[in-house]
């Protein structure tokens, strides 16, 4: 069931509300991004994957701007700019690594880029 979120005159679901809200608070209070068990809280799910999947939709219907390191994120909310912060004991020099292309995969942390081909 969607309904009309008043921060952004979209249609959304109730739990992407909840997360939408929940990132907007901590952007506008300059507070650390709620960690993806943060925001399974809040919206009361059991699965690992739900905030994570949500944040993307928000992501790619344009809410939110995402920089993703190894294990935390950044949130911009694309309607005021603000940013959320990064908590004082997260590192940002190691990039996001997808998943299977780590030390600990099958290819030794080398992946193949092939260019042109």
């Known amino acids: 069931m969607r309904s009309l979120n008043p921060r ?21 209070a300059k507070r650390p991004c709620p960690t993806n068990l943060d925001l399974e809280m809040l919206i009361g ?47 940002t020099t190691m990039d996001h690594v997808p998943r299977g292309c780590g030390a600990g995969s099958r290819s030794g942390g080398r992946v193949a880029v092939r260019r042109g081909v």
């Not at 952004?8 to 506008?28: F, K, Q, R, S, V």
């Not at 993703?68 to 959320?84: D, L």
């Open 45 to 91: 799910c059991e699965s690992s994957s739900t905030a994570p999947s949500i944040v993307r939709r928000l992501e790619l219907r344009g809410l939110i701007e995402v920089r993703r390191w190894q294990r935390f994120r950044i949130v911009k909310i694309c309607a005021n700019g603000a940013w959320t912060m990064k908590a004082h004991n997260q590192q």
């Open 8 to 28: 952004t005159g979209t249609e959304m679901t109730p739990n992407e509300t909840i997360i939408y809200d929940a990132l907007c608070e901590a952007a506008t």
